[in-house]
T-cell receptor
Framework: EAGVAQSPRYKIIEKRQSVAFWCNPI?????LYWYQQILGQGPKLLIQ????????DSQLPKDRFSAERLKGVDSTLKIQPAKLEDSAVYLC????????????FGEGSWLTVV | AQSVTQLDSHVSVSEGTPVLLRCNYSSSYSPSLFWYVQHPNKGLQLLLK??????LVKGINGFEAEFKKSETSFHLTKPSAHMSDAAEYFC?????????FGTGTRLTIIP
């Protein structure tokens, strides 16, 4: 079974530039998550989708971050404009459903903002 | 509200000796609890999960954890550490809606 796919794996941008990350969840998984993991910390949920609807985006900095999941499959996370403090690993994860479902993580997209 | 506390930010053990990573949780509901492992430059991998069945949960790579409701703990153990166990470990609590991660415990294995 293929896992959660993410791209690009690594990205370096200057502050105020924009960046987009792509995620392809495990086939059939209705729930998709984006987490931000800053070095030395645990992952923090940015946004959670159930199919193509948003379940929780309470910790998403909406002035600069946006995410979409068209057709309820793939998802993109965009940052515009980037700040130095956005340097982190962006983890995409998916699960069959949001209730007690095991969550499977991709390998992450590493962002460095200089 | 739910929370999880990993009591040690860093644990060092010698190869072949037991591993104990400690985790306490707080939850308003009967929680699901997970341990995830993250090797350097890798994503998070599920080690094991507790979902109100047997209180002693066996996971991959020889790890296991025991759910103790009276102590609100879910400590991770392994009888004999291997060099490949060196990684960051996260304890996670889940209610019906969201996951909450601990801050992680870095496990170092001494040859």
């Amino acid at each position: 079974e293929a896992g959660v796919a993410q791209s690009p794996r690594y990205k370096i941008i200057e502050k105020r530039q924009s960046v987009a990350f792509w995620c392809n969840p495990i086939s059939g998984h209705a729930t998709l998550y984006w987490y931000q993991q800053i070095l030395g910390q645990g992952p923090k949920l940015l946004i959670q989708f159930q199919n193509n609807g948003v379940v929780d985006d309470s910790q998403l900095p909406k002035d600069r971050f946006s995410a979409e999941r068209l057709k309820g499959v793939d998802s993109t996370l965009k940052i515009q404009p980037a700040k130095l403090e956005d340097s982190a690993v962006y983890l995409c994860a998916s699960s069959l459903d949001q209730i007690l479902g095991t969550i499977y993580f991709g390998e992450g997209s590493w962002l460095t903002v200089v | 509200a739910q929370s999880v506390t990993q009591l040690d930010s860093h644990v060092s053990v010698s190869e072949g000796t037991p591993v104990l990573l400690r985790c306490n949780y707080s939850s308003s509901y009967s929680p699901s609890l997970f341990w995830y492992v993250q090797h350097p430059n890798k994503g998070l991998q599920l080690l094991l999960k507790y979902t109100s069945a047997a209180t002693l949960v066996k996971g991959i790579n020889g790890f296991e954890a025991e759910f103790k409701k009276s102590e609100t703990s879910f400590h991770l153990t392994k009888p004999s550490a291997h060099m490949s166990d060196a990684a960051e470990y996260f304890c996670v609590v889940s209610d019906w809606e969201k996951l909450t991660f601990g801050t992680g415990t870095r496990l170092t294995i001494i040859p």
